[in-house]
């Protein structure tokens, strides 16, 4: 479906183009005309499915079409991290680029001249604020940000949002919104939580469900069994057994992220980190240089598995088994874009195996369990299933004895 199909602003048609994009995609195409209908929408959207511009095309289409409050806020999106705030804003300012629409991304971790312009520009009225609960209800408890004019607001990454403990923080929020406004709610899945959540807020709401629980069928995905000191080793010859461009390597602590930073730092690969730790000046320049490609590997916890749209990623490293299948899904979601192919590694250690057969489960079918190379010596069988000396359910075989295994990647 062509983007002239719905309607549009020639100055957002103008953006778009711009952009680069030329047709909708499935997200797009089913929620852009019923938002620009004023329908409430509950949309179950993974990340990479284009749900960001499917809230921001008929937003801001809507703001400079009818009438609204130069001096209010127009629109709120509520996020959970402050990296996915400042993506938002990115293409809000794409997209809008040929309108007069003003935005602000509001987030922690600022200095204070970053907190006096959110504070200015939340009581002066701004179009569209993308911010985060804690930073954004500091704002509120001050008594001076302009709600109540406003006639949007959209929740994005929802599940995340109540998986971080947010829930009082957005009802509270959303205690200072006028009752009469349009509600929209994105959601990678739809847990009971989520679903009592949407009675809460939303009003008579079209269900959109896009999500598949599943990665795409082009993502190579195989998982080597190993003890947890040959992790290190193994992930240096991966990177060195071909030319990666882009790499991500995801680590469930930030101590780990820092342990194999500084080890691949010293073996001279084109590598940085990113985590809480660092200063949100630091993580914004880090992953700038990735995107522009000054950087082949990033190691980073699951801050950056979801919401981050980051493309031509060669191949994502789980250097430990990710919480859940929906954490795995959505980490190996960062390679493989755009019907392009991509390759996903996991190191699976004998602690982690059963979360593993876990995710197996939901995928509905094994992981290839690929050969170590010899010479990082014996590695465990893989067998997840208390009282069982093979795969569990899902027999995946493993070797203890291979000319090199396989670690290379599909370009």
Same mark, same amino acid.
């Given at each position: ?10 100055? #957002?048609?103008?953006? &778009? $183009? ?19 209908? !004023? ?29 609204? /409050? ?102 509270? #929020? ?68 071909? /030319?990666?461009?882009?790499? #991500? ?69 789980? $250097? ?6 929906? /954490?795995?899904?959505?980490? #190996? !979601? ?24 876990? &995710? ?16 990082? !010596?014996?590695?465990?069988? $893989? ?7 093979? !795969? ?20």
């Amino acid at each position: 479906m062509n983007f002239t199909e719905f309607g549009l602003d020639e100055r #957002i048609l103008e953006g &778009i $183009y711009a952009m680069g994009y030329e047709t909708a995609t499935p997200v797009q195409e089913q929620v852009i005309l019923p938002i620009l209908q !004023g329908k409430d929408i509950i949309a179950s959207a993974q990340t990479g499915t284009g749900k960001t511009a499917a809230f921001l095309l008929p937003i801001i289409n809507k703001i400079i079409t009818e009438p609204h /409050d130069e001096h209010n806020i127009n629109a709120m999106i509520i996020v959970p991290t402050r990296e996915l705030a400042v993506q938002i804003a990115q293409t809000m300012e794409g997209l809008s680029y040929f309108t007069s629409v003003s935005c602000i991304a509001v987030y922690g971790g600022g200095d204070g001249a970053s907190f006096s312009l959110e504070k200015k520009a939340l009581s002066s009225g701004v179009d569209v604020v993308i911010c985060t609960p804690g930073r954004m209800i500091a704002h509120l408890n001050m008594g001076y940000v302009k709600m109540q004019a406003l006639k949007y607001l959209i929740l994005d990454e929802a599940d995340r949002m109540l998986d971080m403990g947010f829930h009082d923080d957005l009802m509270k #929020i959303i205690s200072f919104l006028p009752k009469q406004r349009q509600n929209l709610l994105f959601s990678a899945t739809m847990p009971m939580k989520m679903r009592e959540l949407a009675r809460k807020i939303l009003h008579q709401p079209l269900e959109i469900n896009i999500a598949v629980s599943k990665p795409p069928e082009q993502i190579v995905q195989e998982a080597f069994v190993v003890y947890e000191p040959q992790k290190i080793p193994l992930v240096k010859e991966i990177l060195r057994s071909k /030319d990666f461009q882009s790499v #991500i390597v995801f680590c469930s602590k930030k101590q780990n992220v820092k342990q194999l930073s500084n080890e691949l730092k010293r073996a001279n690969f084109s590598i940085d980190e990113i985590h809480s730790d660092l200063e949100q000046d630091k993580r914004e320049q880090v992953l700038l240089d990735f995107r522009n490609k000054k950087l082949k590997i990033l190691v980073a916890t699951d801050i950056l598995s979801r919401g981050i749209d980051i493309e031509d990623i060669d191949l994502v490293i789980n $250097y430990d088994v990710p919480n859940d299948g929906e /954490d795995y899904i959505h980490r #190996i !979601g960062r390679t493989a874009r755009a019907a392009s192919e991509g390759t996903a590694y996991t190191f699976v250690t004998e602690r982690e195996q059963q979360k593993f057969l876990q &995710i197996e489960e939901l995928l509905g079918h094994p992981v290839t369990k690929a050969a170590v190379p010899e010479k990082f !010596g014996p590695t465990p069988a $893989y067998s997840p299933r208390p009282g069982r000396s093979g !795969g569990g359910r899902f027999q995946g075989g493993r070797s203890h004895h291979s000319s090199g295994g396989r670690t290379k990647g599909r370009s």
